[in-house]
């Protein structure tokens, strides 16, 4: 029987804690990593032609396993998956302090994506196996609230680790968060009362699944919606700091406290825009958002034109990017039934991967032959098709008041 509003408040709140300290710890590792590259190649001598493999590796095995992982967690339960990705995980951040040269880091990024893509839509999942449909807007804007304390606090003292003590030691401490998360699973999180797949596990039966659900219209243009947000994103940030900083002439500093600004805009706004979702629905949220991200996004080379500029532009920004991430979530878990629901998110974040690795490769050829302002303006027009496909093609089931 799903929990509704006779659920233990207390351990609603342990399970949305125990959630946010996965995504924390999962997200600060993933964004530790670009800010101190230049360190891992003067410390273990790895060309600067190499480096950027440590974060793409990651993304592609992200992906993979975000669709091996969705079928499983839909057989065996969310929980066994949670478990297995966090210990995974864990294991895989504690050896980053074993690595001695490039094929030893790159193959424990590999092991990290691995558990990264198991634990990439096990998340959200457990939230709509868990909540009612009616919380899943709150319960997700503050789950995924972690990764913006990441870029807030997780990234900051990521920095001051390395530079006191290496490059190694951020990653110490992103495993023991994690291995706290573990426990916290093991003691204090269940496993929701939920239909399973009764379907045999295989390649080819997993293949069918994505395909079939591929086929109904609305899966398609919401799974087209998520390539959208992270193609989109990918094209405009990437390059972002790069064009500050050699354009703007923004200092290194001064483009890390700008993300700080960006992370804090993303706590205040993410749990309340999805409250407020559960409330009023999803879908206007989530094109108010894209149009008024687009229209930053088409104006930035305008707008920013020293630092104080930059910090209110990419407050603004990541208001209406947090805007978008939690309802829409929130609105995905209501596509499929229970037995399916993990399939389809790990379906969206595998797209979604795609998504940011080929806004990644448009980027680079983009700011070098045209110039910035290209990437804003191609940034911009995603986003606002993303909002549009949302709007016109994904349902959103009738509201039901609390």
């Known amino acids: 029987m799903r929990r509704s509003g006779e659920t233990n408040r207390l351990e609603a709140y342990i399970i949305v804690f125990t959630l946010w300290l996965l995504v924390f710890s999962s997200a600060s590792q993933t964004m530790i990593l670009s800010p101190i590259l230049p360190r891992i190649g003067d410390e273990l001598a790895i060309p600067d032609a190499l480096l950027g493999t440590l974060v793409s590796v990651y993304s592609i095995m992200v992906g993979i396993f975000a669709i091996l992982a969705g079928p499983v967690s839909d057989k065996v339960g969310r929980r066994q998956i949670l478990i297995l990705g966090c210990t995974s995980m864990a294991a895989a951040l504690f050896m980053h302090g074993f690595v001695t040269g490039y094929y030893s880091f790159i193959t424990v990024r590999i092991f990290a994506g691995c558990a990264g893509g198991m634990l990439s839509g096990a998340a959200v999942s457990y939230i709509g196996d868990y ?3 009616e919380r899943r807007g709150w319960a997700t804007g503050w789950v995924m609230s972690g990764s913006a304390f990441g870029q807030i606090f997780g990234i900051p003292m990521g920095i001051l680790m390395a530079d006191r003590w290496g490059f190694r030691s951020p990653f110490y401490l992103f495993a023991i968060t994690m291995g ?7 003691l204090r999180v269940p496993q929701p009362n939920v239909l399973r797949s009764k379907h045999r596990l295989s390649v080819s039966k997993a293949a069918t699944d994505y395909m ?3 086929r109904r219209p609305d899966i398609a243009w919401a799974a087209g919606a998520y390539f959208m947000m992270f193609l989109g994103v990918s094209i405009f940030v990437i390059y972002l700091p790069t064009w500050l900083e050699r354009s703007v002439g923004l200092t290194g500093d001064q483009i890390a406290l700008m993300f700080v600004v960006g992370g804090v805009a993303n706590v205040l706004t993410g749990p309340n825009a999805g409250k407020l979702s559960d409330k009023i629905g999803r879908k206007g949220i989530i094109l108010m958002s894209c149009v008024g991200l687009s229209i930053l996004m088409f104006l930035t080379t305008q707008f920013i034109t020293g630092p104080v500029a930059a910090y209110v532009f990419f407050f603004f920004t990541m208001v209406l990017v947090a805007m978008r991430i939690s309802p829409f979530s929130a609105l995905l878990t ?20 795609v998504g940011f690795a080929l806004g990644g490769a448009v980027a680079g050829p983009l700011y070098a032959d045209i110039g910035y302002g290209s990437n804003t303006v191609l940034s911009a027009a995603f986003v606002l098709i993303m909002g549009l496909i949302v709007w016109f093609f994904v349902p ?7």
């Open 131 to 133: 909540f009612p449909y």
């Open 180 to 186: 706290l998360t573990v426990i916290l699973l093991f």
């Open 212 to 214: 079939a659900m591929l």
């Open 334 to 353: 209501a596509l499929v039934s229970d037995e399916r629901r993990g399939s389809l998110m790990s379906l969206t974040v595998a797209l979604g991967q």
């Open 396 to 402: 959103e089931p009738p509201h039901e008041s609390d």
